[in-house]
T-cell receptor
Framework: GIQVEQSPPDLILQEGANSTLRCNFS?????LQWFHQNPWGQLINLFY???GTKQNGRLSATTVATERYSLLYISSSQTTDSGVYFC??????????FGPGTRLSVLP | GAGVSQSPRYKVAKRGQDVALRCDPI?????LFWYQQALGQGPEFLTY????????KSGLPSDRFFAERPEGSVSTLKIQRTQQEDSAVYLC????????????FGPGTRLTVT
C-alpha cells in the first residue's frame, strides 16, 4: 500500500516564527488533506489539496502531485498553533492513509 | 451546519465486556469511515461505508470488531469481548461521496479497557 512520511517529526518554534512541514507519499493520490489535531484530540481540516496551492490566513499549502510531496507553511506562528499536524492521502482506495504526524510546539 | 458527532466521548470497559460506539455523520454525506488512533500515532483505517453498504472492512483488526450502518446514516462500531489492546481513540469521518472528497472528522470516542 501507499506509504506516507512526514518531516520533521518534532518542531519547536518561538512565537512569531515561520515553519514548513513536509509530506512525502509513495504513489499517485486522488485526495490529500492536512489536519491539525488539537490538544483535545479533534482533527481540524486545514486544507483539501490533492494538487496546487491554497492559502487560508497564516497558513498555506502546496501539493506537487507529479513529485509526490506536499508542503504546509505556517507563518507568524502562535501558541494556539501547537499540536500535531497530519497529512493524509487516498490513492483511489476509498480510505485515508495517515502519515505519522509532525508535533509542533510554539513557545510564548 | 452540524458536524460529525460521536458518542460516548469516553468509555471505560472491563476486559471481556462488549462496547458500542455511535457515529452521526454530516447530513447528506454518503460515505462514512471509521479509524482507530493509538496513543502517539496517526489514525488507521478500519472500515468504510457507502450508504448502508460496507464496501471495505480490511482494517478491522479481528472478528471481534463489527460495524453497521443499516439505514445509511448513523453508524455503530461494536467491539466484542474487549481486550486491553483495544484501548484507543475511535474516530469517525464522513464525506460527500467517497475517498476523493474532503473528509470531516468527529471528536472521537476514547476507549479504555481495564
Amino acid at each position: 500500500g501507499i506509504q506516507v512520511e512526514q518531516s520533521p517529526p518534532d518542531l519547536i518554534l518561538q512565537e512569531g516564527a515561520n515553519s514548513t512541514l513536509r509530506c512525502n507519499f509513495s504513489d499517485s493520490v486522488n485526495n490529500l488533506q492536512w489536519f491539525h489535531q488539537n490538544p483535545w484530540g479533534q482533527l481540524i481540516n486545514l486544507f483539501y489539496i490533492p494538487s496546487g496551492t491554497k492559502q487560508n490566513g497564516r497558513l498555506s499549502a502546496t501539493t506537487v502531485a507529479t513529485e509526490r510531496y506536499s508542503l504546509l507553511y505556517i507563518s507568524s506562528s502562535q501558541t494556539t498553533d501547537s499540536g500535531v499536524y497530519f497529512c493524509a492521502v487516498d490513492n483511489y482506495g476509498q480510505n485515508f492513509v495517515f502519515g505519522p504526524g509532525t508535533r509542533l510546539s510554539v513557545l510564548p | 451546519g452540524a458536524g460529525v458527532s460521536q458518542s460516548p466521548r469516553y468509555k471505560v470497559a472491563k476486559r471481556g465486556q462488549d462496547v458500542a460506539l455511535r457515529c452521526d455523520p454530516i447530513s447528506g454525506h454518503v460515505s462514512l469511515f471509521w479509524y482507530q488512533q493509538a496513543l502517539g500515532q496517526g489514525p488507521e483505517f478500519l472500515t468504510y461505508f457507502q450508504n448502508e453498504a460496507q464496501l471495505d472492512k480490511s482494517g478491522l483488526p479481528s472478528d471481534r470488531f463489527f460495524a453497521e450502518r443499516p439505514e445509511g446514516s448513523v453508524s455503530t462500531l461494536k467491539i466484542q469481548r474487549t481486550q486491553q489492546e483495544d484501548s484507543a481513540v475511535y474516530l469517525c469521518a464522513s464525506s460527500l461521496n467517497g475517498g476523493s472528497y474532503e473528509q470531516y472528522f468527529g471528536p472521537g470516542t476514547r476507549l479504555t479497557v481495564t
